[in-house]
């Protein structure tokens, strides 16, 4: 019973600081990649409330990165203060097997990385699916945001706007419109002859979801001849503008199902991405395989009880077991660059965690047996 309840506060102790210092590096990434985030509403002209829903939905990727470098961290920080506050050697006299301890790390690894592996899988996907359906479904853009005085502005596709002036009331003066891509075809009557055209109007107003133009005249361009209309007044749908907004699912943003079934599949119509193979295998990776290096962490960190505070060299030790623990972190990222390129580096960076493991653990386990307390 005592023994439990020390196995318990140890585990708390580590899952607060983890969670304290996930929460924080997130806060701090979160908050740069918000501001960057801010194109949306300047640039693109969507509305503060698209722009936080996007911003959020995001969250949940910046958390699974954080993850293996923050278990790092909280594990490191609650054994020193284990040590520091005389609460190892008061377990090691009253009889608890230091791998006994251990083997609580290794089962607190296990659960982080279950969890990293639920937010790659299944929540990631999702969420950034989310994002993505959130940019493609918004509707007519703040148009008035986008336009910038005495600017040509091509945040539309196909579509060049160019003012002179802009008030609060949403009125434009001198207005200059350049279609590429007959977006504007309902203007005249030759829609499909059409090759271009171009609008000036000397006033303008922004009402709902329409451009009303008055005082100008249209410009098309048909088989090499230039073909004029005045007008007094028309008006534009903007519903009819699409930005410049990516719409289309990024890799990072396809369920874990459809990567599966790519992987396994060579045929195009099951496999979107099959000239990306190589990006399919890397993401597959990142979902699948980090989360086997959390319990790898564990165990290297564990060598940290081994070394008791009178020895020499100590300080140096936790400093070098931390750096190791730092490089296999650095050395995940980089091979997983890797592991597209052929069968057998995707193999080999899903089995050299485990083996890896297994030496060092016991490695550990020798070590701690044979060690006086």
Known sequence: MFK??????????????????????????WTVRAVNFLDLMIEDGLTASIYFKYSLLNIFTIITRFIPLSFLIAIIISVNKFERQKELSILWITGINKIKIV??????????????????????????????????????TEIYSVLKPQHFSDNFQSITFYIDK????NELTNIFIKDTNNILGSLTTDNNETTDKTIFAKKGIILENKLILIDGNIQSLNNDKIKTINFEKTELS????????????????????????????????????????????ETLSRRLGMPLYIPLIAVISSFLLIYQKERKNN???????????????????????????SSINFTLYFFFPVIFLIVIYAVLFKKMISQKI
Not at 238 to 254: G, L, M, P, S, V
Not at 326 to 339: H, Q, R, S, V
């Open 4 to 29: 439990n309840k020390i196995y318990k506060y140890l585990s708390v102790e580590i899952f607060k600081n983890f969670i304290t210092i996930l929460l924080t590096f997130t806060a701090i990434a």
């Open 103 to 140: 083997n609580i790390f290794i089962l607190i690894a296990c659960l982080i990385a279950f969890f990293q592996l639920l937010l790659g899988i299944i929540i990631n996907p999702y969420t950034l699916n989310k994002s993505r359906a959130l940019l493609r479904e918004t509707g007519s």
């Open 166 to 169: 802009k008030n609060k009331n």
């Open 238 to 281: 903007i519903k009819n503008f699409t930005t410049r907004i990516i719409k289309k699912n990024k890799i990072q943003e396809t369920s874990s199902y459809n990567l599966f079934t790519c992987f396994l599949s060579s045929k195009e119509e099951f496999c979107p991405y099959k000239n990306n193979k190589k990006i399919v295998v």
């Open 315 to 341: 300080f140096l030790s936790k400093y070098i077991i931390f750096s190791f623990a730092f490089i296999i972190l650095i050395l995940t990222e980089i091979l997983l660059k890797y592991t597209g390129y």
